[in-house]
């Protein structure tokens, strides 16, 4: 039997963080994610899923996405019931995330131009622990220096020519 699900989407609401009687961290959030094709109006409509996350992840997700952040998640389907005050059975069907990728930089969220392509290795390294999109890895402890780089145009125009385009 196979229980997988990849999703990538915004986040409708700040996650809400909170830990189990024996300290295991929990977090919780809404993730938008727009359904591939239009309604007759012409209309993208979009799929509100509740997520789930554990331990380290959940203090992750709450310190560093918020409202309209964009992330994916790995994960699984799970659904569960229970009686509510009124003695009527109440279905809840929901992912619960195995990885969660930060899609954005700390800055980007809500943004559009400023999210990630090409499935950077922002999100969740092997050891569990998240990285941090903006930190420099290199031998200057962090600090970066522009004047290195070389794709500033320093306010002069670019010269490109068609033949270097990968397109």
Do not use: C, H
């Amino acid at each position: 039997m196979i229980n997988r699900v990849v999703l990538v989407g915004r986040l409708t609401k700040d996650p809400e963080l909170r830990y189990t009687a024996n300290g295991i961290a929990v977090a919780t959030f809404t993730l938008a994610v727009n359904r591939p094709f239009s309604n007759q109006q012409g209309n993208r409509e979009a799929d509100f899923l509740n997520i789930v996350v554990w331990r380290k992840q959940a203090e992750n997700v709450a310190n560093y996405l918020k409202k309209g952040s964009m992330a994916g998640v790995d994960g699984r389907v799970q659904s569960r019931s229970y009686d509510n005050n009124e003695g009527r059975r109440v279905f809840i069907t929901e992912i619960v995330a195995e990885s969660v990728q930060f899609l954005e930089t700390k800055g980007g969220g809500g943004g559009g131009n400023r999210e990630q392509s090409g499935g950077g290795n922002y999100g969740q390294s092997n050891d569990g622990y998240q990285n941090n999109p903006g930190q420099q890895s290199g031998g200057r402890g962090g600090q970066s220096d522009f004047s290195d780089d070389p794709f500033a145009n320093d306010g002069k125009p670019i010269d490109i020519n068609d033949d270097d385009l990968p397109f």
